[in-house]
T-cell receptor, first 114, second 115 residues
Framework: AQSVTQLGSHVSVSEGALVLLRCNYS??????LFWYVQYPNQGLQLLLK??????LVKGINGFEAEFKKSETSFHLTKPSAHMSDAAEYFC????????????FGKGITLSVRP | SQTIHQWPATLVQPVGSPLSLECTVE??????LYWYRQAAGRGLQLLFY??????ISSEVPQNLSASRPQDRQFILSSKKLLLSDSGFYLC??????????????FGEGSRLTVL
């Protein structure tokens, strides 16, 4: 079985500050990992994904994440927060193979202060 | 291009009434289709998924059912809604050629309030 842990439910940063959203996974097989973003009353949009290629993955809107097998982590970062980054962020895990299912964390709400 | 449509966007229903939420995808064939429910503070819960017409897998026992009458159509239903069915319902899909990637594409969601 696979699972994802996103500690805490809310992170608040100042505009221009570093954004760090933590994600730890559990998987008995090599994982595929994803970060999605959700704006209010909208569906989820893919930010970036790790599928066993480069361990440092760059995504949209200046976000990136690093896969660290030794720490079973896939933390999401952005050097400088923008007001438009305020949203809910979900980490998710699956495994390679047809018809595998994505398991999501509970999500973290990011607030950006002016 | 590949797109997904989900409707209605917002729905307010009394307890005991029926439900039908519809999802269709365009620009692809033989996709995997999924229904998720999002309740406040609880993340996304996978309700149903389908790998083909008429093939439905249920992840959790509940008051809901799903059907896939056509290749690119996925319907979520209930005969009698409960208060606990309130939430934000998301349809998602994986293109047939991308089944191994696990990457989901989401619709815009349907917000259901049961009163």
């Amino acid at each position: 079985a696979q699972s994802v842990t996103q500690l805490g439910s809310h992170v608040s940063v100042s505009e221009g500050a570093l954004v760090l959203l933590r994600c730890n996974y559990s998987s008995s097989v090599p994982p595929y990992l994803f970060w999605y973003v959700q704006y209010p009353n909208q569906g989820l949009q893919l930010l970036l994904k790790y599928t066993s290629a480069a361990t440092l993955v760059k995504g949209i809107n200046g976000f990136e994440a690093e896969f660290k097998k030794s720490e079973t982590s896939f933390h999401l970062t952005k050097p400088s927060a923008h007001m438009s980054d305020a949203a809910e962020y979900f980490c998710a895990v699956t495994r390679a193979g047809a018809n595998s299912k994505l398991t999501f964390g509970k999500g973290i709400t990011l607030s950006v202060r002016p | 291009s590949q797109t997904i449509h989900q409707w209605p966007a917002t729905l307010v229903q009394p307890v005991g009434s029926p439900l039908s939420l519809e999802c269709t995808v365009e620009g692809t064939s033989n996709p995997n289709l999924y229904w998720y429910r999002q309740a406040a503070g609880r993340g996304l819960q996978l309700l149903f998924y389908s790998v083909g017409i008429g093939q439905i897998s249920s992840e959790v026992p509940q008051n809901l059912s799903a059907s896939r009458p056509q290749d690119r159509q996925f319907i979520l239903s209930s005969k009698k809604l409960l208060l606990s069915d309130s939430g934000f319902y998301l349809c998602a899909w994986i293109p047939g050629l991308n089944r191994n990637t696990g990457e989901l594409f989401f619709g815009e969601g349907s917000r259901l309030t049961v009163l």
